[in-house]
């Protein structure tokens, strides 16, 4: 069985959508015990246009497979939550961007 949100497709154009697969918690040095800085594992790596997206946010930092935030280790579901659905929004975004063909006229 598949999982609810697993691809999205625009325009017949389909892509896998990246899950979190694995998260480290670490402190904070900068303000430790008050925030934590977790770096989430992805099933794939964002493509550059994805990573742009999700670092549009201001809340996330994406490189390759990895993306990572700081928040309060209260707000860790939250932040959890809002990755799962920054990374569905960068994929969709990634698909209905034009696309930049290049023809070269003789």
Do not use: D, N
């Not at 790596?45 to 700081?70: C, D, H, N």
């Amino acid at each position: 069985m598949w999982p609810e949100v697993c691809f999205e497709m625009v325009e017949g154009q389909m892509k896998v959508v990246p899950k979190v697969k694995a998260v480290r918690i670490e402190e904070s040095w900068q303000i430790p015990g008050l925030r934590v800085r977790c770096v989430a594992h992805l099933t794939r790596p964002l493509s550059p246009e994805e990573a742009r997206i999700m670092e549009s946010t201001s809340k996330f930092r994406a490189t390759g497979g990895t993306v990572t935030y700081v928040c309060r280790p209260e707000e860790f579901e939250e932040y959890e939550s809002r990755l799962e659905w920054e990374l569905g929004r960068a994929v969709r975004a990634g698909l209905s961007a034009p696309s930049r063909r290049y023809s070269i006229s003789h």
